[in-house]
């Protein structure tokens, strides 16, 4: 099955930084690519996302690359805020059941 | 468009009784819905898969005894706990899907259960 490994698991910034983070997914037949930010206590919103048709997909100060070949795909914040400030997620899915699996997330800190 | 709900929001049990969560579809039909759950500093676990009118589809661990999962129409799907012990306290959290190969699922706000 698909396993999706995400880094770093922390990050600290300096506001008006930008934040990368990466993932990593193991089935090539894995065609859609969300991202989420969850604020504690919270559920999952979808900040972005990318299917395989598309290498790049942006929208305002975030943004998502893909290399289907590499099977990696990363998140791009530019200009970041303390408001950015959450635990990010990456996840994987197919056409195949629509089963989303979740990279292990990463604790995003935007230092004021 | 494209509300989940979930409720109870927050459920503090005894050691050994059942608990039932409700997933709702607000606007939508959900031909397909997923239970999370989360622990602590933890990611999302696929716990289980749903569609209408069909047995759910239990992820390799689940105990599919312990977690009863019935969707019975296009905007419900429950999940009951059944004598649920310390070690089930978590965030459970559900999610919907219209299907069509659009893979974007809509999550509900989660439940908190805490077991005494």
């Known amino acids: 099955g698909e396993n999706v490994e995400q880094h770093p698991s922390t990050l600290s910034v300096q506001e008006g930084d930008s934040a990368v983070i990466k993932c990593t997914y193991s089935?090539?037949?894995?065609?859609?690519f969300p991202w989420y930010k969850q604020e504690l206590g919270k559920r999952p919103q979808l900040i972005i996302d990318i299917r395989s048709n598309v290498g790049e997909k942006k929208d305002q100060r975030i943004a998502v690359t893909l290399n289907k070949t590499a099977k990696h795909f990363s998140l791009h914040i530019t200009e970041t805020q303390p408001e950015d400030s959450a635990v990010y997620f990456c996840?994987?899915?197919?056409?195949?059941?629509?089963?989303?699996?979740f990279g292990a997330g990463t604790i995003l800190r935007v230092k004021s | 468009g494209a509300v989940v709900s979930q409720h109870p929001s927050r459920v503090i049990c005894k050691s050994g009784t059942s608990v039932k969560i409700e997933c709702r579809s607000l606007d939508f039909q959900a031909t397909t819905m997923f239970w999370y759950r989360q622990f602590p500093k933890q990611s999302l676990m696929l716990m289980a898969t749903s569609n209408e009118g069909s047995k759910a589809t239990y992820e390799q661990g689940v105990e599919k005894d312990k977690f009863l999962i019935n969707h019975a129409s296009l905007t419900l799907s429950t999940l009951t706990v059944t004598s649920a012990h310390p070690e089930d306290s978590s965030f459970y959290i559900c999610?919907?899907?219209?299907?069509?190969?659009?893979?974007?699922?809509?999550f509900g706000p989660g439940t908190r259960l805490t077991v005494l």
């Open positions: 089935d090539s037949a894995s065609n859609y």
């Open positions: 999610s919907a899907t219209p299907g069509l190969n659009l893979n974007e699922q809509f």
């Open positions: 996840a994987a899915s197919s056409v195949y059941g629509n089963k989303l699996v």
